[in-house]
């Protein structure tokens, strides 16, 4: 008698028996990645124009971030916070002299967590008030997810941290009516991602600047998607000459290696006190190792300017089409407006010609590549752009 014949199931077959479903099914199951490009189960290859949601800076497997990681984990892997180490004090020391201000910095594993401790940070203010923006995106964690703005992430958890007034983005007349010297912090995104990339009018940062400084609040300026360059500039808020009280980063930090950073400036750099904060794993020696090769990467590649021109041919590309009627952002953070409600079915069709992107809402386009990325990627999406927002027949 024959053993019944066990079809080898896909690893995206296998996903929804031994995963939550938290987010939905995934789209693919990628198995390899090299520069901008990845690989699925099938041997399928994509140009990946979403780079991980703005994490993968370097593109994938880059030979610097790679010998970084594995030298560092060869030499020291670990240490807790009861210890110390050298790549966490250099890359706390090569932060702050990119945001050229002093202050101090805590480590954390995420997005969210570095907002969590600049959460606490606002509460050791002596004020409990906080002033966010609508269509803010701060992360999932219970704290972070009070100062973010989308209902239905919110309400199935709620009572969320209470106190926090949503403000149209953008709007400093609105901002200033919602502040006062009872508010304990501002949060404001310099450019909104997960809105789907919307750029605030010119003078909205400088005028959140004027607003707190005037009532003795905080100035938080989320930076979790846009900085490490990825608008072309080390933080977005450069732009803005405004000097923040805290600053949180994540996403394109270790390029695709897990670390966060809450960086306070100046007098706020002492609101955490000893015994007020800890992490097991935050400013690892691996992931510290990681965003320093990421941050001497950005320098020996030019990738700042390498972002702003990359950017600025992906937009004349993106706006070539008429199907296309707006693309806002800076560098390579830009979200495309289209005519229809038509976003998910360009994602599908995209993927189907080998490039992998994201939408943000159902007219809404994101796109985020690595840093990196060739011209040559991205003439070849411009090649099949035309045809990819070709509506259904
Ligand atoms: C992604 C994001 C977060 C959350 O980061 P996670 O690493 O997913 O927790 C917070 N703020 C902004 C602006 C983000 O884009």
Request: hydrophobic share 45%.
């Amino acid at each position: 008698m024959s053993e019944p014949v066990n079809e080898p199931s896909s690893i995206k077959d296998r996903y929804s028996a031994a995963l939550m479903n938290t987010f939905g099914p995934p789209r693919l199951a990628l198995v390899r990645g090299e520069g901008a490009h990845v690989w699925d189960e099938d041997g399928r290859e994509y140009v990946d124009l979403f780079g991980g949601i703005a994490v993968n800076a370097l593109g994938h497997a880059h030979p610097a971030l790679v010998d970084a990681v594995a030298g560092q984990l060869r030499t020291l892997g670990h240490v807790s916070n009861f210890f110390t180490s050298g790549p966490q004090v250099e890359l706390a020391e090569r932060l702050l002299a990119l945001l050229g201000a002093s202050g101090r910095v805590f480590f954390t594993n995420s997005g969210t967590e570095a907002n969590e401790a600049a959460f606490k940070m606002t509460r050791r203010t002596g004020r409990t008030r906080l002033v966010a923006m609508e269509g803010a995106f701060h992360g999932r964690t219970m704290g972070a997810l009070a100062l973010t703005a989308k209902a239905a992430y919110r309400e199935p958890f709620e009572p969320l941290p209470g106190e926090v007034t949503f403000v149209p983005y953008g709007d400093a007349a609105a901002l200033a009516a919602a502040v006062d010297d009872t508010t304990a912090a501002v949060v404001v995104e310099p450019i909104q991602g997960e809105a789907g990339v919307v750029v605030p009018p010119e003078g909205f940062l400088a005028a959140a600047r004027e607003i707190t400084s005037a009532h003795g609040a905080l100035l938080w300026v989320d930076e979790v998607q846009t900085g490490v360059g990825r608008t072309g500039d080390w933080f977005a808020h450069a732009r803005d000459g405004v000097v923040p009280d805290i600053v949180t980063l994540a996403k394109g930090l270790g390029g695709g290696v897990p670390i966060g950073a809450a960086i306070a400036v100046g007098a706020a750099s002492t609101l955490l006190q000893p015994g007020n904060h800890g992490t097991t794993f935050g400013g690892n020696p691996v992931a510290c190792a990681a965003a320093l090769a990421v941050l001497d990467t950005i320098e020996k590649e030019s990738l700042l300017a390498a972002a702003v021109e990359r950017g600025d041919q992906l937009t004349r590309i993106l706006l070539a089409e008429q199907e296309v009627t707006d693309v806002e952002g800076r560098g390579l953070l830009l979200g495309a407006q289209l005519a229809d409600e038509r976003a998910a079915q360009v994602v599908a069709r995209a993927q189907e010609r080998g490039f992998l992107l994201n939408n943000t809402g159902p007219a809404r386009l994101r796109f985020a590549p690595p840093l990196t990325v060739p011209a040559d990627d991205l003439a070849a999406f411009g090649a099949v752009w035309a045809e990819i927002l070709e509506a259904d027949a």
